[in-house]
């Protein structure tokens, strides 16, 4: 299969707001559990949030209640929901599902 593909990043200020989207091939969004992961330079990737087939939801402390994940089966797209962004919320966010493929990277800057 073709790679998944991101969008909808780019630069906003602290307290802004983002939403990211990653279109995959045909309907893969609707057989597979999805997630976010995140890796900023000098950064191990980390893990932000994760959607399993049946809806249940993971998030890392470090963003819960302000990001929120879901689902468009339809449209085989998973998006996230970035609110009350902070600096260390800056990295290229990677979309994955767990068929194992990755996206290609979309880079989030949090600047003033």
């Known amino acids: 299969q073709v790679q998944p593909v991101e969008s909808g990043g780019g630069v906003v200020q602290p307290g802004g707001s983002l939403r990211l989207s990653c279109t995959f091939p045909s309907s893969i969004s609707a057989r597979y559990s999805l997630a976010w992961y995140r890796q900023a330079p000098g950064n191990e990737r980390e893990l932000v949030a994760r959607?399993?087939?049946?809806?249940?939801?993971d998030y890392a402390d470090s963003v819960k209640g302000r990001f929120a994940i879901s689902r468009d089966n339809d449209k085989s797209t998973l998006y996230l929901q970035m609110n009350s962004l902070r600096a260390e919320d800056a990295a290229v966010y990677y979309c994955?599902?767990?068929?194992?493929?990755w996206g290609q990277g979309i880079q989030v800057t949090v600047s003033s």
């Open positions: 994955y599902s767990s068929s194992g493929t």
């Open positions: 959607l399993y087939r049946e809806g249940a939801t």
